[in-house]
């Protein structure tokens, strides 16, 4: 985006926001607001096919992306499986843990050849378990390669450290581990679980406990002693537990909160800027309206926020740009931008999937849907908003003209497949998303046109390919 | 399509139906309708017209079945179907076919020596009865009969002379299966009977050189064996026996006795070197003992209990090396085969008159009878041969037309488990991939093209003068999880009918049903199969029907009564392992093939059958006025819930049969489930495409709301549909049609010829649209805009209709990927159907 749109897109957004003043200060009223309706037909809707992975018995904790088209479900069944997006057959089931998966992460082993002066990289899974284990895992064979035992209690967040072979593990206490298995320091919390842990620039991480941050100094050179140094306790705290902590920019990181608020933490002080959503009453007899599970930056200026039921759009010099209050019949838990940022999916516990994207092609099936003819906008929002913002508009937004509209995302689309909350959703290079829910299976989304293209491509060399050995046998 | 068009006429203009004949209404054509009666209240006794004034003319094909007997001459035996021919002269005719092969068994006889005669066929033609015939001679042999031989014949007797030269090569195939099934249980059993008639020879001979040292044998054995009665006849015995037997003795000269057991030996030779080519009975052997090397022969005389005076013995040319326990074994096996002694105790010889000559006193046997187990498998043979040959010759050419059309099987479409069309029968692509296609040579294998069919699969046996048979419709084995066959007559395998199935398939006895549903059997290892075929003692085929020819076809009955056939549920699970025979020095090859039955449309029009797929079609069509939304829905790959209370599990089973006409596709056996009683999820929507469902108490409970999105739910308590509507023309203008007929099987014809028509499309749209290459790799030209819509409105497929095309091709691509994915074991690529995710909303229809 160049720096006049930027400009121009803000004041836009901002003057949105003033018009709808605050979010809080409709948000009571909507609550008798009834929930949108899907579109008929959803022609928006490329989500068409489905695949049901189905390899759990229990559970599933969470589900974590490995590279362009791999990801990992960690289940309570003990067991941890690779999938690919073009499959409905797992790749690798881990099998190992004597007690529930709960976290995985997918990390690049370098290691250095001396000799020949090369670094080796070797893809690796690490799984973390209540069995008092972390395993790691090749990603190559899908064997085990390590457990890792000395810590000594069980494990519920993994993290990257920022530093090359070093990765941090959360449960009880903080550990610091390296990847050849040796455990390199023990941070003893006096308090609740770690939840969260955030690898911020500059070698540092912030670790979330019930309501709390600290943040820790990663050493990031082998000689000196490798040690997790304690820099501040974050402050203040927030009033409830801390449910999302992500980078928004590369100098701010932000928290969320079950009572409903969006701290932005400075990366360089490690305090907070602003304060977004703070609502006083946020308790309403323990339902916690605006408790916010997920929330997701935009173009380093913007955060999508999952409130409640709602959506909003917070700039972050911290002005509510637009909201939708009954966005889903339940709490929405994770939010994302899908199928190559042309919509926000959101997941709620209501079971669904809603795709939010640009109003001006609610109407066309999808296939008219060709952001090629026109110039791929570079900023994430004007790809979502399906614009770009014209010098004529920026005019109008200058002239503070109260008739012009702010373009705003639109209900395009609602998937249904599960049949209970839907917890998480990741997206891949090829358009793929994948979801997991509380009902212990995940499903792939995928492009039924777009497949079907593929596969008449697949059905091209399979013929072709016959053909061949046809001739070769004449 | 035009031959369909010929039935549909056909149909209507014998059921004296006008299309238009708009008398009434519509409501008023359904109630006043007659539907025919269903074949088994149909009148057995139909009177004759007394008075003809025309010469007599046999108007319905039968089977005949003569023999030309001793006392008698020329008689007909066996008229298939019973009431076949009444108006015709059997038994003249009989004298006619009779005599033309009369002279061939004369001459036979006429030689000293004794010989086995083979087969010969005829056609007879009949002007002025307008009765043609093909004449099948064979001859069976009894130890009672003169010279030994029994000539019989069977004759396929019909009107139309067109069908009997068309469709000539397969009769004689089939009528030659029948023949050899007759003369292989006759030879065994004859051959026991020669047996058994040489050792009394023998025994005679011996008793006349030591009058008291057999007699005295005779009755220590007779004390042995009869333990119950030893006390009361021992002492009566050694005074009254050998009274008698010495008066035989007397009558029977020596000269008389050493010829009578050389032309015995001679024929036992004869017959023995004829059986031992026979691959058959070589093979059914190995499988009676498989620790006797030595013959049959052998094992009967050893066990005879006669005692090895070395001289006699050597005399019969068998070896005396014999162990007891193995020959009594295999006797046990041949006599299950020949059923004439179940009990496998020795045989006790007896003195006989030599000379004696026949007094034709006694009837001689039974054409059944004289052919043992076989016989009766011989005549339900030929009771089916004559339900596939007696229907109309277009039937039959249809059926052989389609049957072309099952290979390959990755590119055959089914609806209803009918043959449709076959994207890529007999054409090969060129590999340019230019969507240019050749016609390939009738004769060339179509296998070798596309998803290879190993060419086990088709040869059962390798006898070689079956493999020489044209590939019949009846069974075509095709591996691969997608396979098909195409039935000569209309299958009816209910799938997943757990209950009653067996029943069913008892009570149709007429053996229109037929089961050769072989599934893959991936749950066994590749190791136990090899072992098990090595063994060459698990012949699932052989066991069952004893037969030889090219493909054998596993009646439901015989699989259960076989009772080595796994049968899961009652329904069609069977692992099928065949083996080539021993004879040739190829190694046993295995064929586990996922075989679906799928049949001809011309057969389900002309099947009696009230049972099939689409019954009372025409009845639904008219209560529900949503029907058509509803087959949209089923055409077009939609899950279709048929809810009900559980009390109403019949009616919903009739709703089911009539629907699964519009079922595309047969890859997989859970495409339909009869009667569900759980909650249904998500994943059933991926292989259920028909389902009746039991709902407790709510809709709602039993379907929850991600299914209930994606399906079309018909509430069959309440008459209620949720459904997409069908948007397209197609399909309501054969519905309408529909309505105006009178006839179910008029309506499916109607039906068929739509399906034909949707078929065409897609035919199109796979070979134009989905092969060609050069709409996609263009991308700077404007036909990178043509997308599949576009292309199908192209060819006036729009909207609902443009989905059932799109659909079907989906199916035949999925058909082909996972074949090709299992042929090349990639296991990490889905291989899975994906599930179609239609958003379109439904709407409540109400009936």
Redesign the interface.
């Given at each position: 985006m160049s720096g006049g749109a930027d400009l121009a897109m803000a004041a836009l957004l901002r003057k949105k926001g003033r018009r709808s003043a605050n979010y809080k200060a409709t948000s009571s009223a909507a609550h008798e607001m009834e929930v949108e309706r899907a579109p008929?037909?959803?022609p928006q809707?490329p989500?068409?096919?489905?695949?049901?992975l189905?390899n759990h018995s229990d559970v599933i904790r969470t589900i974590i992306p490995i590279d362009g088209h791999r990801f990992v479900s960690v289940s309570d069944d003990h067991t941890a499986v690779v999938w690919?997006t073009?499959?409905?057959?797992p790749?690798f089931v881990l099998n190992g843990h004597a007690g529930p998966v709960v976290c995985a992460m997918g990390m690049t082993m370098v290691q250095y050849d001396a000799e020949r002066g090369y670094a080796l990289k070797e893809q690796i899974l690490l799984t973390g378990s209540l069995d008092k284990t972390i395993r790691v895992w090749s990603l190559e064979s899908g064997e085990c390669i390590n457990i890792l035992k000395d810590h000594n209690t069980y494990v519920k967040v993994l993290s990257v450290s920022g530093v090359e072979n070093l990765f941090c593990a959360g449960g009880n206490n903080l550990h610091l581990w390296n990847l050849d298995g040796e455990l390199l320091h023990t941070v003893i919390l006096n308090g609740e679980d770690v939840s969260h842990i955030l690898d911020v620039i500059g070698g540092r991480i912030v670790v979330a406990a019930a309501n709390t941050l600290e943040a820790f100094k990663v050493p990031d050179t082998p000689d000196i002693l490798q040690e997790l140094e304690k820099i501040k306790k974050l402050a203040p705290n927030h009033r409830e537990m801390i449910l999302s902590l992500e980078m928004v920019s590369g100098s701010f990181f932000a928290s969320s909160s079950l009572d409903g608020t969006i701290k932005i933490w400075s990366v360089a002080t490690m305090t907070v800027t602003r304060s977004l959503n703070q609502e006083k009453d946020y308790l309403l007899d323990h339902s916690y309206p605006y408790c916010v599970h997920h929330f997701l930056s935009v173009d380093q200026n913007f955060l999508f926020a999952a409130v409640g039921r709602g959506i909003a759009l917070f700039s972050l010099s911290g002005d509510c740009l637009w909201h939708k209050v009954n966005a889903h019949h339940s709490k929405i838990l994770f939010l994302c931008l899908v199928y190559n940022g042309m919509f926000l999916a959101s997941c709620s516990e209501d079971?669904t999937i809603r795709l939010w994207g640009a109003e001006e092609f609610a109407d066309q099936p999808l296939?008219g849907k060709s952001l090629l003819s026109k110039e791929i906008p570079e900023s994430s929002l004007e790809r979502l908003l399906g614009r770009s913002i014209t010098t004529r508009e920026k005019r109008r937004l200058l002239r503070k003209e109260e008739k012009y509209k702010v373009p705003s995302p639109v209900l395009l689309?609602e998937?249904?497949?599960?049949?209970g909350a839907v917890q998480k959703l990741l997206t891949f290079n090829d358009n793929t998303m994948v979801s997991y829910g509380s009902d212990g299976?995940v499903?792939l989304w995928?492009d039924?046109?777009k497949?079907?293209?593929l596969?008449?491509?697949?059905?091209?060399k399979?013929?072709?390919f016959?053909?061949?050995v046809?001739?070769s046998?004449s | 399509m035009q031959a369909y068009a010929e039935i549909f006429h056909y149909q209507n203009t014998s059921a004296n139906i006008a299309l238009f004949d708009a008398v009434g209404g519509e409501e008023e054509a359904f109630v006043h309708s007659v539907r025919p009666f269903p074949f088994h209240l149909i009148p057995a006794y139909q009177p004759v017209m007394p008075w003809p004034c025309t010469k007599q003319k046999i108007d319905k094909d039968f089977i005949l079945v003569c023999e030309f007997s001793e006392i008698i001459g020329p008689t007909s035996l066996i008229t298939i179907p019973r009431d076949g021919g009444r108006n015709f002269d059997k038994d003249m005719f009989a004298v006619r076919i009779m005599a033309v092969d009369y002279n061939a068994t004369n001459t036979m006889r006429c030689y000293a020596s004794f010989t086995i005669v083979e087969d010969t066929s005829v056609i007879i033609e009949d002007k002025e009865e307008n009765v043609y015939a093909y004449v099948h001679h064979f001859t069976l042999y009894d130890i009672h009969a003169r010279g030994y031989v029994r000539p019989f014949c069977m004759a396929y007797v019909t009107p139309d002379k067109n069908k009997l030269f068309t469709f000539l090569e397969k009769l004689m195939a089939k009528f030659k299966s029948v023949s050899q099934l007759f003369r292989s249980g006759n030879q065994l059993l004859f051959k026991t009977e020669l047996d058994q008639r040489l050792a009394d020879l023998l025994y005679t001979k011996d008793s006349m050189q030591f009058p008291v040292a057999t007699s005295l044998k005779m009755a220590k054995s007779s004390t042995a064996n009869s333990k119950d009665n030893t006390d009361v006849t021992s002492g009566q015995g050694e005074e009254t026996i050998p009274c008698q037997r010495r008066r035989t003795i007397v009558e029977n000269s020596q000269e008389a006795l050493t010829k009578a057991i050389q032309d015995c030996q001679g024929m036992l030779h004869e017959l023995r070197q004829k059986m031992e080519s026979s691959s058959f009975l070589s093979k059914y052997k190995k499988e009676g003992g498989s620790q006797n090397r030595s013959g049959c022969d052998e094992c009967c005389l050893g066990s005879l209990g006669y005692h090895s005076d070395s001289e006699t013995v050597i005399s019969t040319g068998s070896k005396t090396n014999i162990c007891n326990s193995t020959l009594s074994k295999s006797l046990s096996s041949l006599c299950k085969v020949t059923n004439c002694h179940c009990n496998s105790q020795p045989y006790q010889p007896k003195i006989i008159k030599v000379d004696a000559c026949r007094r034709y006193d006694q009837s001689l046997r039974t054409l059944q009878k004289l052919s043992g187990k076989l016989g009766s498998d011989a005549l339900n043979r030929l009771q089916k041969l004559f339900k596939i040959f007696s229907r109309d010759a277009v039937v039959l050419k249809l059926e052989h037309v389609e049957s072309s059309l099952v290979n390959p099987s990755t590119t055959l479409l089914t609806i209803g488990r009918t043959v449709q069309i076959n994207f890529l029968a007999n054409m090969?692509?060129?590999?340019n991939?230019e969507a240019m296609f050749r016609h390939r040579n009738r004769a060339g294998r179509t296998d070798?093209?596309?998803?290879e069919t190993p060419s086990s699969c088709l040869s059962i046996t390798s006898d070689s003068t079956q493999q020489s048979f044209p590939l019949s419709y009846d069974a075509e084995f095709v591996p691969g999880s997608t396979a098909a066959s195409l039935e000569s007559i209309y299958y009816d395998v209910e799938e997943g009918l757990d209950d009653g199935d067996e029943e069913k398939t008892q009570d149709n006895d007429d053996s229109w049903l037929e089961i050769s549903f072989t599934s893959r059997g991936e749950e066994r290892t590749e190791n136990n199969d090899e072992n098990r075929g090595l063994g060459g003692s698990f012949d699932v085929v052989s066991i069952n029907s004893h037969s030889e020819v090219e493909s054998v076809d596993l009646s439901p009955h015989q699989l259960m009564n076989g009772g080595t056939v796994p049968f899961v549920n009652g329904y069609d699970k069977v692992v099928q392992l065949r083996q080539l025979s021993s004879s040739s020095s190829i190694e046993p090859v295995l064929s586990r093939c996922s075989k679906v039955p799928v049949g001809c449309y011309a057969s389900r029009l002309t099947s009696t059958n009230t049972d099939l797929p689409g019954a009372d079609i025409r009845a639904f069509l008219h209560t529900y006025p949503f029907a058509g939304h509803l087959i949209y829905a089923l055409l077009s790959g939609r899950t279709t819930i048929i809810a009900a209370s559980p009390k109403r599990e019949k009616e919903v089973y009739s709703i089911i049969r009539t629907l699964r006409l519009f079922v595309p596709g047969h890859s997989s056996n859970q495409l339909i489930i009869p009667w569900h009683t759980m909650s249904l999820?998500?994943?059933d929507l991926?292989k259920m495409k028909l389902v009746g469902l039991a709902k407790p108490r709510s809709l709602h409970r039993a379907i929850?709301?991600?299914v209930f999105?994606?399906s079309t739910v018909f509430d069959y308590d309440s008459s209620k549909l949720w459904t997409p509507p069908y948007r397209g023309k197609i399909l309501w203008k054969t519905i309408s049609q529909c309505k105006q007929l009178r006839q179910d099987q008029s309506c499916i014809a109607a039906i068929e010829t739509m399906m034909l028509k949707y078929s065409a499309k897609a035919y199109l749209f796979y070979h134009t649209?989905?092969?060609n290459?050069n709409l996609?790799n263009n991308q700077s030209e404007k036909q990178s805009q043509l997308?599949?819509?576009h292309f199908l409105a192209k060819i006036n497929a729009i909207d609902g209709d443009a989905k059932i095309v799109?659909y079907w091709v989906?199916i035949i691509?999925?058909q082909?990927?996972s074949e090709?994915l299992t042929q090349t074991n990639s296991?990490?690529?889905?291989?899975?159907m994906?599930?179609?995710?239609?958003?379109?909303?439904s709407k409540l229809y109400h009936a």
């Open positions: 008929e037909n959803q809707n989500f068409t096919e489905i695949h049901i189905t690919s073009n499959c409905s057959n790749l079971g296939e689309g998937c249904v497949s599960h049949s299976i499903i995928k039924g046109a497949e079907s293209e596969r008449n491509d697949q059905i091209r399979i013929l072709h016959n053909s061949q046809d001739q046998k | 090969v692509v060129q590999s991939n070798s093209f596309l998803m999820t998500m994943c991926g929850p709301a991600s999105r994606f649209y989905c092969l290459s996609c997308t599949a819509a799109q989906d691509k999925q082909q990927i090709f296991s990490h690529v889905t291989k899975k994906p599930i179609k995710l239609n958003y379109e909303g």
